[in-house]
């Protein structure tokens, strides 16, 4: 049992396309977040969800939108795609907003943007 | 701001040497700091975690301790294996569930 999951695992689009990632976590968590790698392995995140609101939101293009419909999914929707979205990103999810919990972070979506 | 340094990769090993990473980090209060792994074409796991100063994490036959007087917490491993190739990474989470990561360090390691 994958405890969280991604799909789709690869992505290859074309500028200017809008694509969403999808995301589950089936740890009975209560916090989600996603994340940017780029090539060089940096890992800076975007935005964390709790309890399905908004707790993080980082200085992010407002063409990434995500959306918590339940505790268990997080998506993330990208607008009007750039070669600059190519990364991979990860979902991640904890047990609670507390410091102490780690994250479990899913296998990663990896997007090309040509 | 709050920020975690990591020593820079690559680094390459033979089988069976020391592993150091080292990993500094600055930050206001109490956080608690972590080491994730990446092996290659996977997400991040995690590999150890401690909570307070002083506290050893381990797993794996590698280990780290939090030290509030250095704010460090370096990563050794007495022998690494070839299967430890991989990259890693040093973490500090402090309450509002923020987590800051290390640039990451690739460690390969050759038989």
């Known amino acids: 049992d994958t405890a969280v999951s991604q799909t789709p695992k690869y992505l290859v689009t074309q500028m200017g396309n809008d694509k969403s990632i999808k995301c589950e976590q089936n740890l009975g968590h209560d916090t989600m977040y996603w994340y940017k790698q780029d090539s060089k392995k940096f890992l800076k995140i975007m935005f964390s969800y709790n309890n399905k609101e908004l707790i993080i939101n980082e200085t992010v293009p407002n063409r990434f939108s995500p959306k918590s419909p339940d505790k268990a999914h997080l998506n993330l929707h990208i607008n009007s795609l750039e070669l600059g979205d190519s990364a991979v990103y990860f979902c991640?999810?904890?047990?609670?907003?507390?410091?102490?919990?780690?994250?479990?972070f899913g296998p990663g979506t990896r997007l090309t943007v040509t | 701001g709050d920020s975690v340094t990591q020593m820079e990769g690559p680094v390459t090993l033979s089988e069976e040497a020391f592993l150091t990473i080292n990993c500094t980090y600055t930050?206001?209060?109490?956080?608690?700091l972590f080491w994730y792994v990446q092996y290659p074409g996977e997400g991040l796991q995690l590999l150890l975690k401690?909570?307070?100063?002083?506290d050893k994490g381990s797993n794996k036959g590698f280990e780290a301790t939090y030290r509030k007087e250095t704010t460090s917490f370096h990563l050794e491993k007495g022998s690494v294996q070839v299967s430890d190739s991989a990259v890693y990474f040093c973490?500090?989470?402090?309450?509002?569930?923020?987590?800051?990561f290390g640039t990451g360090t690739s460690l390969t390691v050759i038989p």
């Open positions: 930050a206001t209060g109490y956080p608690s």
């Open positions: 991640a999810s904890s047990q609670g907003a507390g410091q102490r919990y780690e994250q479990y």
């Open positions: 401690a909570t307070k100063a002083d």
């Open positions: 973490a500090l989470s402090k309450t509002g569930n923020q987590f800051y």
